[in-house]
């Protein structure tokens, strides 16, 4: 699908070997918890996802998708304490304020930075912010129940899916456009990626998440003439509207014989 879009180009699939089963028992292990049944799956078939794609501007590719799910050794502990850190320096434990939950009663229990739930980056979203495998409830034991969460730039959570393989679907389904992690927020995607939405239609795309604001407007390109070659649009010069042959023929010979009469009328004067 991709490489048949107009303007795709180096469409970079890496191939990963899958992992081995007693690095997912030493990853558990180390962890104090058990891998959700269907991420465990995905790590047996292949280590880890990544696939991207670029466009073509002035014949120079741009890099523009990309899609990654780390490995199971880059599936690294956020707000973990590092035993490089300074005694008193802060920590993302430090930005706990449980005023947060008291407007949100209708809205799921977001995930907590410090000992209360275990976080787990699943994918850098090439530093938009981090889509993370959540254990919300880590007190008194780990409960196996995990969700995907995305935690934007200004360190704010937003709910994506239940489960890995709903969450898989939609990175999927996205094509791993930049920033697509932002349509499952209040904001919505910044301008700029709205514009590659609008070029590049997700597979399941809700135009509810494209609806654009009074105050924002938004160009619609279509990439079938953006990404048009030029080599292919001959340039043809327009000529002058034909006319018959014969009244060219009497036109030429009327020209013709008034510019003669009047060299005679010239000559007698």
């Known amino acids: 699908l991709l490489e048949t879009s107009p303007g795709v180009a180096e469409v970079t699939f890496v191939e990963k070997e899958p992992a081995e089963r007693h690095t997912i028992i030493s990853w558990e292990q180390k962890n104090s918890c058990t891998l959700p049944e269907d991420l465990k799956n995905f790590y047996l078939m292949t280590d880890g996802f990544q696939m991207s794609w670029s466009v073509k501007t002035d014949d120079t590719p741009?890099?523009?998708?990309?899609?990654?799910?780390?490995?199971?050794?880059?599936?690294?502990?956020?707000?973990?304490?590092?035993?490089?850190?300074?005694?008193?320096?802060?920590?993302?434990?430090d930005l706990e304020d449980d005023t947060d939950e008291e407007d949100n009663e209708d809205k799921p229990e977001k995930p907590h930075f410090d000992s209360r739930?275990?976080?787990?980056?699943?994918?850098?979203?090439?530093?938009?912010?981090?889509?993370?495998?959540?254990?919300k409830h880590a007190k008194p034991v780990v409960s196996p129940d995990t969700e995907i969460w995305f935690l934007d730039r200004a360190l704010y959570w937003h709910f994506l899916t239940k489960t890995f393989t709903a969450y898989y679907r939609l990175l999927i389904t996205?094509?791993?456009?930049?920033?697509?992690?932002?349509?499952?927020?209040?904001?919505?995607?910044?301008?700029?990626?709205?514009?590659?939405?609008?070029?590049?239609?997700?597979?399941?795309?809700?135009?509810?998440?494209?609806?654009?604001?009074?105050?924002?407007?938004?160009?619609?390109?279509?990439?079938?003439?953006?990404?048009?070659?030029?080599?292919?649009?001959?340039?043809?010069?327009?000529?002058?509207?034909?006319?018959?042959?014969?009244?060219?023929?009497?036109?030429?010979?009327?020209?013709?014989?008034?510019?003669?009469?009047?060299?005679?009328?010239?000559s007698r004067k």
């Open 117 to 135: 739930s275990l976080i787990f980056e699943l994918d850098p979203c090439n530093g938009n912010g981090k889509v993370c495998l959540v254990y």
């Open 174 to 266: 996205h094509l791993g456009l930049p920033q697509w992690q932002y349509a499952f927020t209040s904001y919505g995607v910044s301008p700029q990626a709205k514009q590659w939405f609008n070029m590049y239609k997700p597979i399941t795309v809700n135009t509810s998440l494209l609806s654009e604001e009074a105050d924002c407007f938004v160009n619609k390109l279509d990439p079938n003439k953006v990404f048009k070659s030029k080599n292919k649009t001959a340039v043809v010069k327009k000529k002058s509207p034909s006319q018959p042959a014969g009244s060219q023929k009497s036109h030429t010979s009327m020209t013709s014989s008034k510019a003669s009469s009047l060299a005679g009328n010239s």
């Open 62 to 93: 741009m890099p523009l998708g990309s899609m990654v799910i780390n490995s199971i050794a880059k599936l690294c502990r956020l707000g973990g304490s590092s035993m490089y850190a300074l005694p008193n320096a802060p920590t993302l434990a």
